[in-house]
C-alpha cells in the first residue's frame, strides 16, 4: 500500500513554484498576488485561510487578508470584490466559504473577474472546464490530479467512481477524470446521495474519491480490492482528550480500508495539502495571464 502523503506531493509543487517566484523577482518583477476575503470569525474558515496565506509567503508570493464581519452586507462584500477586480496589482481573488446566509454565494462567485477567478468556482471557468478549454481548475480536483501526476499513478481505462455531486468538488472531479487529459481518460461513475446501493457501486471503483462530508464513512466493505482511494473528505469531530477538543475526520474508515488499497490518502496531511497546492498554481497562471 503506498501512502498518498500531501506533504510530500504539495512540498514539491511548492518548490517549483518559488523557484518561478524567485525568477519573476530577479527580473524585477512584483512576484504573484493572492487577495482572500474572509467573512466572520468561523474556526475552520479562519484555519484554511490562515494557510493559504502561510503558503503564499512561504513560496514568494504576495498575500492580502482581508477580514469582514459576520454581519457585511452583500452590497459591502461586492464592492470589496469590485475594487479587487481593477486592482491590477492582485492577480488572485478567493472569497471563503462558506458565507453567512444572508449573502448569496452565486452572486459572489459570479462577482469575481473570472481572470482572477483562482479558485475556479464562476460559472465561466467552470463552463470552459466541461468544454476542455483552458482554465482555472477548483483547487481541490487541481490537487488530485496533481497528487495523481505526483506518484505516477495511471488513471486511463479505469473505472473512477466519485461520491458527492458538488460544484466544488465532486463535479468537476467527475469531469476531469473523464476528460482526455493526462491522469484523466477514465469511465466515470457520479455517485450522490440519491443513488441506491452505493456499497455495489463503490466494489467495481478502480479509484475511488470520496467527497461527501461524512466522517468514516466508506468502509472495508465498499472498497474493490487493488483500488486507488482519495479521501477529500474534511469533518472536526468533537473530542474532549484531543487539545483542540476535536478531531479531523475524512470520509473514509482509514484503518480498515488502508490495507486493501494500491494507494490511499490520510486525513489530514492528504488532499487538503494539495489543494492549496493547486491555489497556488492557479495564482501563478492568472499572474501570467495578466503580466504575459
Ligand atoms: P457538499 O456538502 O457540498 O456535497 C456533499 C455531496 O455528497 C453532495 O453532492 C451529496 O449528494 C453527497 N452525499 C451526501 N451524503 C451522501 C451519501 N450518504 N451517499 C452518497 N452521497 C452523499 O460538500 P463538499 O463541499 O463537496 O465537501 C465534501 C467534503 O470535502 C467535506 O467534508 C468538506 O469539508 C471536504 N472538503 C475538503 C477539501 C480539501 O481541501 N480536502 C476541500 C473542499 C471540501
New binding site residues.
Given amino acids: 500500500m503506498t501512502l498518498l502523503d500531501g506533504k510530500i506531493a504539495s512540498q514539491a509543487i511548492k518548490e517549483q513554484l518559488k523557484t518561478a517566484t524567485q525568477a519573476i523577482i530577479s527580473n524585477g518583477k512584483r512576484p504573484p498576488h493572492l487577495a482572500a476575503i474572509l467573512v466572520g470569525n468561523d474556526g ?1 474558515s479562519e484555519t ?1 485561510v490562515a494557510s493559504k496565506v502561510k503558503n503564499c509567503e512561504e513560496t514568494g508570493f504576495l498575500s492580502t487578508l482581508i477580514r469582514l464581519p459576520a454581519d457585511v452586507t452583500e452590497s459591502d462584500l461586492l464592492e470589496k470584490i469590485s475594487h479587487l477586480n481593477s486592482d491590477s496589482g492582485v492577480d488572485g481573488i478567493l472569497v471563503q ?1 462558506p458565507l453567512p446566509r444572508h449573502i448569496r454565494e452565486s452572486v459572489i462567485i459570479q462577482a469575481i473577474n473570472p481572470d482572477k477567478d483562482v479558485d475556479g468556482f464562476h460559472p465561466i471557468s467552470a463552463g470552459k472546464l466541461v468544454q476542455g478549454l483552458p482554465t482555472f481548475i477548483p ?2 480536483p487541481y ?1 488530485i490530479l496533481l497528487m495523481l501526476e505526483h506518484f505516477q499513478l495511471s488513471t486511463k481505462g479505469k473505472h473512477a467512481v466519485v ?9 468537476p472531479m467527475s469531469i476531469l477524470l473523464s476528460s482526455n487529459i493526462p491522469f484523466g481518460n477514465c469511465t466515470v461513475t457520479l ?5 441506491p446501493d ?1 456499497a455495489a457501486i463503490t466494489r467495481q471503483a478502480d479509484i475511488l474519491v ?6 468514516e ?1 466508506v468502509t472495508a466493505d465498499m472498497i474493490k480490492p487493488g483500488a486507488i482511494v482519495i ?5 472536526r469531530v468533537a473530542d474532549p482528550s484531543a487539545k483542540k477538543g476535536f478531531r479531523i475526520k ?2 473514509v474508515a482509514f484503518q480498515e480500508v488502508a490495507p486493501l488499497c494500491e494507494a490511499i490518502t490520510p ?1 489530514p496531511g ?7 497546492a493547486g491555489l497556488l498554481k492557479n495564482t501563478l497562471q492568472a499572474y501570467q495571464n495578466h503580466t504575459s
Avoid at 461520491?163 to 463535479?171: A, E, F, K, P
Avoid at 455517485?191 to 443513488?195: A, E, Y
Avoid at 479521501?231 to 469533518?235: F, L
Avoid at 492528504?270 to 492549496?276: A, D, N, S
Fill in positions: 475552520a484554511y466559504l483547487a481541490t490537487g461520491i458527492g455531486r458538488s460544484n466544488i468538488v465532486g463535479r455517485c450522490h446521495s440519491h443513488t452505493l470520496a467527497a461527501l462530508g461524512k466522517p464513512f479521501d477529500v473528505g474534511i469533518t475524512g470520509d486525513v492528504g488532499v487538503g495539502l494539495m489543494t492549496i
